[in-house]
Nanobody, 122 residues
């Protein structure tokens, strides 16, 4: 069983930066693919960024490309989402999720973090 614990969300001004963390227990990230999903109020959950198992490839939604960076620290078994130049439309609850290989669709993921709200103030 894999448990994912997130941290790092909060309130930030537009144009600012924030880093989300997702720490796994029960299994190492090197054997898992990761996705950072987000769900804005009134919208469906979408994948913002992803990382293949063993960290070989990264994936970004067009809306965050060039602003968000997903990375992994294997020693800490933690995946990060560094978010820069944040925009009001980035306001959402952010979730990390894990499965055996990367997929853009949230319904295929086996393990989920608790969710972490990110709120942009203009």
């Amino acid at each position: 069983q894999v448990q994912l614990v997130e941290s790092g969300g909060g309130l930030v001004q537009a144009g600012g930066s924030l880093r989300l963390s997702c720490t796994a227990s029960g299994r190492t990230f090197s054997s898992l693919a990761m996705g950072w999903f987000r769900q804005a109020p009134g919208k469906e959950r979408e994948c913002a960024a992803g990382l293949s198992s063993r960290g070989g490839s990264t994936y970004y939604a067009d809306s965050v490309k060039g602003r968000f960076t997903i990375s992994i620290d294997n020693a800490k078994n933690t995946v990060y989402l560094q978010m820069t130049n944040l925009k009001p439309e980035d306001t959402a609850v952010y979730y990390c999720a894990a499965r055996s290989w990367f997929d853009w669709f949230d319904s295929t993921y086996n393990y989920w973090g608790q969710g972490n709200p990110v709120t942009l103030s203009s």
